[in-house]
């Protein structure tokens, strides 16, 4: 990857697209992925360290979910180079039984040194994840599919949201969010 936007991109298409081989193409061979829940809604490993293993949760990942769509909230500048934060939106369906999860959450994205700007830790963290009936699913998909991939403004997400209920905190969240400022 040549900048930052490249290396968040094509990590979106390795999980949302079940490519878990593109992650040789963003991930330092020593690199490490975090992930900080703050519901108990969705359960992920703690950590997990070098390329094998984070190919491995992204293997385990779409085992259980399909019809993924993550969206970063903001995009990464050239004065992210070593370090880019954003909130970020997803929207998924159980392959087990149809039911839409919408969430939302925070990267955080340490780039090694060099040209390559390879990641060399992602911090995961989960604030809200909800569950939705399956008889939402064609209102859930409509809408995430019908926004711009990956990046996406939070008010460009709020816009044509549908009113279902258990996604009011996620267009609360949505509506708070605001671009994190790079490290000085």
């Known amino acids: ?19 878990p081989f593109l992650t040789r193409c963003v991930f330092a061979e020593g690199s490490e992925m975090e992930f900080m829940l703050k519901t108990d809604s969705i359960s992920f490993p703690g950590s997990a360290k070098g390329l094998r293993a984070i190919e491995d949760i992204l293997r385990g990942f779409n085992i ?13 500048s050239d004065s992210d180079r070593r370090h880019f934060v954003c909130h970020w939106l997803v929207g998924m369906s159980a392959k ?26 992602l ?16 209102a859930t998909m409509n809408w995430l599919s019908g926004l711009p991939y990956p990046w996406c403004t939070p008010n460009d997400a ?18 708070q969010a605001r671009p994190i400022p790079p490290e000085q």
């Open 1 to 19: 990857m040549s900048n930052p936007a490249d290396a968040v991109s094509t990590y979106l298409l390795a999980k949302d697209g079940n490519r």
């Open 158 to 175: 709020v816009k044509d949201m549908p009113r279902i209920e258990e996604l009011a905190a996620i267009e609360t969240y949505l509506k």
């Open 123 to 138: 911090v995961i963290t989960i604030d809200l994840m909800k569950t939705l009936p399956a008889t939402d699913l064609a």
């Open 64 to 76: 259980h979910y399909e019809n993924i769509y993550t969206f970063c909230l903001s995009r990464p």
């Open 96 to 121: 087990s039984d149809g039911r839409p999860w919408v969430g939302c959450g925070r990267y955080d994205w340490h780039f090694a040194a060099g040209q390559a700007c390879l990641v060399d830790r």
